[in-house]
Nanobody, 125 residues
Framework: QVQLVESGGGVVQAGGSLRLSCAASEGAISAYTIGWFRQAPGKEREFVGGISWNGGSKYYEDSVKGRFTISRDHVKNMVYLQMNSLKPEDSAAYYC??????????????????WGTGTQVTVSP
């Protein structure tokens, strides 16, 4: 079991960057494949990308490919989402989630057993 906490959200202008962090307040995040999701007001929660438990495999949705990078640090028990070239349409609450599966491309929410409470990202035009 693991408890996840996101941080690093904020307000940034279009074209700017933010780095989100996903920490485990309890448990070892290193044991899980981690997915990042986002949810804008009035929209479904959507998958952004994921990283396998050992960091060896990553996946990104087309909407963020080339702009976002997921990484992890097992020593610090953290997973990161580096977001560059941000666009207003990237504005959303961002969530990290943990799955026992090894594949980093699992986009359906039911694969993920543990979720953080989210951090808000707002990109102004």
């Amino acid at each position: 079991q693991v408890q996840l906490v996101e941080s690093g959200g904020g307000v940034v202008q279009a074209g700017g960057s933010l780095r989100l962090s996903c920490a485990a307040s309890e448990g070892a995040i290193s044991a899980y494949t981690i997915g990042w999701f986002r949810q804008a007001p009035g929209k479904e929660r959507e998958f952004v990308g994921g990283i396998s438990w050992n960091g060896g495999s990553k996946y990104y949705e087309d909407s963020v490919k080339g702009r976002f990078t997921i990484s992890r640090d097992h020593v610090k028990n953290m997973v990161y989402l580096q977001m560059n070239s941000l666009k207003p349409e990237d504005s959303a609450a961002y969530y990290c989630a943990a799955t026992y599966n090894h594949e980093p491309y699992l986009s359906a929410r039911h694969y993920y057993a543990y979720w953080g409470t989210g951090t808000q990202v707002t990109v102004s035009p």
